[in-house]
């Protein structure tokens, strides 16, 4: 098997078209000081805009959308101002660029907002957890508030109005958190929704939440530009595993199929390197959706293009392998070796492990 020939070959759609197929994950680098993108983001989405698609740190759409300290954030002119610098510096490379919309609603801590706003989530349940505060500290998350129906309606009215801006400001399109235990899945879950108004109970009154958001955003910026994160079966963030889950999954997929969203992106949370997305249940959702299919979760490029070459996906996110090579998509070309990245730097560490990652060489890279 020629080890990248699908990854690294284009993909044309209506609105965009992609030079290769491998994307770099949304990544919160925690580097936003007060929500802004600095100079520093400048470099470092700039060396990585050989991506086929970069999909940002989830950027918050509202002051009280932060989960962690330093996210950026979408919502005031400063940031936008930030972000447009960064467009601008991608497009310049000919790279292409979504923003990852996120409201993280009971992850977080009031600390964390510029105005210590409480968190707000569907219903008062609080999640298990510490998390970083200013001052180098780590405190239980609070009890969340609960969205009044008009509070749940001004959050959705938040990601699409971030939408509009991410375009504005001349982002190629946008990705909707709904991944990861955050605003969305919160609503989507029956463990943290209780509701009892037009937004909780069935799985079609949880799932309104975040198909109301879809809708509003592919309506105002287009479904050609309009994608969404999901991770079924994840667990993450201090959400239990539910009877319905495989059924709401399959009635949102379903809903969007209807819409006719550019992407789904499923992230597949790893445990000891497997991923909580089986080939069959990729498969099913490929039956039930006709866009475009990204996978995410522990790929290396021989097993994205073993999923891309059997037809289960149409392209490859990759997380940790962009945070050490700037130039992956050049060492996937030369089947160059990578590099490994430093977990200490992750989440942190200024410039360091953040812009000063080298592209290899030309000499040295195998011809
Ligand atoms: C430092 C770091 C930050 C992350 N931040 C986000 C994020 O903001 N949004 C998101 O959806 N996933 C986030 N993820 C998950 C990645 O998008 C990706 O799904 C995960 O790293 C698995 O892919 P990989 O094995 O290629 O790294 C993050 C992962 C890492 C390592």
Not at 236 to 246: F, S
Not at 342 to 363: C, H, L, N, R, V
């Amino acid at each position: 098997m020629d080890h990248t020939r699908q990854l690294l070959s284009p993909l044309a759609t209506p609105a965009i078209n992609f030079d290769n197929r491998v994307v770099m994950a949304p990544m919160n680098r925690r580097r936003a000081i007060n929500g802004i993108p600095g100079p520093s983001s400048l470099i470092y989405y700039g060396q990585r805009a050989s991506a086929g698609l970069m999909i940002t740190d989830n950027t918050a759409v509202a002051s009280n959308g932060f989960g962690y300290l330093d996210t950026p954030g979408i919502y005031n002119a400063v940031q936008q101002a930030g972000w447009k610098k960064v467009v601008e510096e991608v497009h310049a490379r000919k790279g292409k660029i979504f923003v990852q919309l996120v409201h993280t609603g009971r992850i977080g801590h009031p600390l964390n907002h510029e105005d210590q706003a409480p968190l707000v989530a569907p219903s008062v349940v609080r999640a298990e957890g510490l998390i970083r505060v200013p001052g180098d500290r780590h405190m239980p998350m609070p009890a969340p508030t609960a969205l009044s129906t008009t509070g749940t309606q001004a959050m959705i009215d938040a990601h699409i109005n971030a939408a509009v801006i991410a375009r504005q400001l001349g982002f190629d399109g946008v990705e909707i958190h709904g991944a990861h235990g955050f605003l969305p899945e919160q609503f989507l879950h029956p463990h943290t929704n209780r509701r009892a108004d037009g937004y909780g109970g069935s799985i079609a009154k949880r799932a309104r939440f975040l198909l109301e958001i879809m809708e509003g955003v592919a309506a105002a910026i287009g479904k050609e530009r309009t994608g969404i994160r999901l991770s079924p079966f994840a667990g993450l963030n201090d959400m239990p595993h539910y009877i319905e889950e495989a059924s709401t999954h399959e009635y949102i997929t379903d809903a969007l199929e209807k819409m006719g969203i550019l992407y789904i992106h499923l992230s597949g949370w790893q445990m000891d390197g497997a991923s909580t997305l089986t080939p069959a249940y990729i498969q099913s959702v490929r039956k039930r959706f006709h866009g475009l299919l990204m996978l995410a979760g522990g790929y290396t490029a021989a097993s994205g293009e073993a999923m891309l070459q059997a037809g289960l996906a149409d392209l490859i996110a990759f997380g940790k392998p962009f945070i050490a090579n700037p130039d992956l998509v050049q060492r996937f070309h030369s089947n160059a070796p990578l590099a490994m990245a430093d977990e200490d730097t992750f989440y942190q560490g200024g410039d360091k492990g953040y812009i000063d990652y080298p592209a290899m060489p030309s000499s040295l890279l195998p011809i």
